[in-house]
């Protein structure tokens, strides 16, 4: 079944406590991106990934890192979080210019 | 700054009601895509356009690239339709989303 798949699904953490998201498909696409997801804010990008090794900022990546090492996976890291990365995070991936397939969504509490 | 504005924020419509939400964007485009998000969250694209029109059973979804607009409309909506509806423009390799417009249909 062609499929994102994000994991955890939900994740509660303390301010400065190392995290990683990860975020795999397995539809062979170039294309991947994070969003997070915010009351009021609708859907913002982090990054994105033109394919392995290639990776650029979206419209909100401050606070945020990320690595394209293998075609599958886009994983996202937050080195150091704080409270305003309470949200809910999105992966998808698509075939370059397409319509995207979204992940199940990662719900992250930051106290 | 909002790239992406639609309307309405809410609407409640009967079963069997035909409905159009609006989405106008202001910046240059390659393509402008409508999603749905549930209401357990997940996000399915419902549309992929660049120009025209495009329709899949009952939704059918028009751009004007001259006027920065587009529509998705909904012929004879059903409860199982209650969903947020998203549009979002792809600039080159970005995405920029609307706030989206969360629909309720009553049987």
């Known amino acids: 079944e062609a499929q994102v798949t994000q994991n955890p699904r939900y994740l509660i953490t303390v301010t400065g406590k190392k995290l990683t998201v990860t975020c795999s498909q397995n539809?062979?696409?170039?294309?991947m991106s994070w969003y997070r997801q915010d009351p009021g804010l609708g859907l913002r990008q982090i990054y994105y990934?033109?394919?392995?090794?290639?990776?650029d900022k979206g419209d909100v990546p401050e606070g945020y890192k990320v690595s394209r090492k293998e075609k599958r996976n886009f994983p996202l890291i937050l080195e150091s979080p704080s409270p305003n990365q309470t949200s809910l995070y999105f992966c998808?991936?698509?075939?370059?210019?397409?319509?995207?397939?979204f992940g199940p969504g990662t719900r992250l509490t930051v106290l | 700054k909002n790239e992406v504005e639609q309307s309405p924020q809410n609407l409640t419509a009967q079963e069997g009601e035909f409905i159009t939400i609006n989405c106008s964007y202001s910046?240059?485009?390659?393509?402008l895509h409508w999603l749905q998000q549930h209401p357990g969250g997940g996000i399915v694209s419902l549309f992929m356009?660049?120009?025209g029109k495009k329709k899949h059973g009952r939704l059918i979804a028009t751009i004007n690239i001259q006027e920065k607009h587009s529509s998705l409309h909904i012929t004879a909506s059903h409860p199982r339709d209650s969903a947020v509806y998203i549009c979002?423009?792809?600039?080159?390799?970005?995405?920029?989303f609307g706030t989206g417009t969360s629909l309720t249909v009553i049987p």
């Open positions: 998808a991936s698509s075939a370059g210019p397409d319509t995207q397939y």
């Open positions: 539809m062979n696409h170039e294309y």
């Open positions: 990934s033109m394919n392995v090794e290639v990776t």
């Open positions: 910046v240059g485009i390659s393509a």
């Open positions: 356009l660049s120009s």
């Open positions: 979002a423009v792809e600039t080159g390799n970005q995405f920029y």
